[in-house]
């Protein structure tokens, strides 16, 4: 894969996204919610970008110093290449910039990629919540960095 660079999300990007999030999700978010995501001053959304082609994206919400991270997606074909990683790494970094000194999310048990992802950089699973993925009723696992 070449390098990658990465910039904010504007509102302008929500086709691009939505189109990606539909390649990745069973139930994905639309494109009104990425560009309402993308106008609020409370979140932060990173475009990974291979040249102009967008590979992958990430976000969260900022509520007071903690951030929930919402997304994660990297491009099916991009898959295993470090992308995820690197996407992540600047996903921490956009975090500690904004003041945040930790950082949760949920994810599914049984994607085990984005388990090994998210403990690579130190998250650590501290509940679970039942059935919450409306498409099959899977209970998601959350998880915390508590140092950024």
């Known amino acids: 894969m070449q390098q990658l660079t990465f910039r904010e999300m504007m509102p302008t990007d929500a086709d691009m996204v939505a189109a990606l999030e539909a390649q990745c ?4 978010w639309s494109r009104e919610s990425f560009w309402r995501e993308a106008a609020n001053k409370f979140t932060c959304y990173l475009l990974a970008l291979a040249g102009a082609r ?9 509520a007071a110093d903690e951030a929930q991270i919402t997304n994660v997606a990297v491009a ?3 898959r295993g290449q470090g992308a995820g990683t690197q996407l992540l790494a600047a996903l921490i970094e956009a975090a ?4 945040c ?8 048990p049984s994607n085990a990629p984005a388990l090994a992802l998210y403990q690579h950089f130190g ?24 140092k950024l």
């Open 54 to 62: 967008l590979v992958g994206y990430a976000g969260f919400w900022v």
């Open 96 to 99: 500690k910039e904004r003041g």
């Open 101 to 108: 000194t930790a950082m949760t999310l949920e994810v599914r």
């Open 25 to 28: 999700f069973a139930t994905p």
């Open 123 to 146: 998250f650590k699973t501290a509940g679970r919540r039942k059935g919450y993925y409306t498409d099959n009723g899977e209970d998601a696992l959350i998880m915390w960095k508590t």
């Open 76 to 78: 099916p074909d991009c």
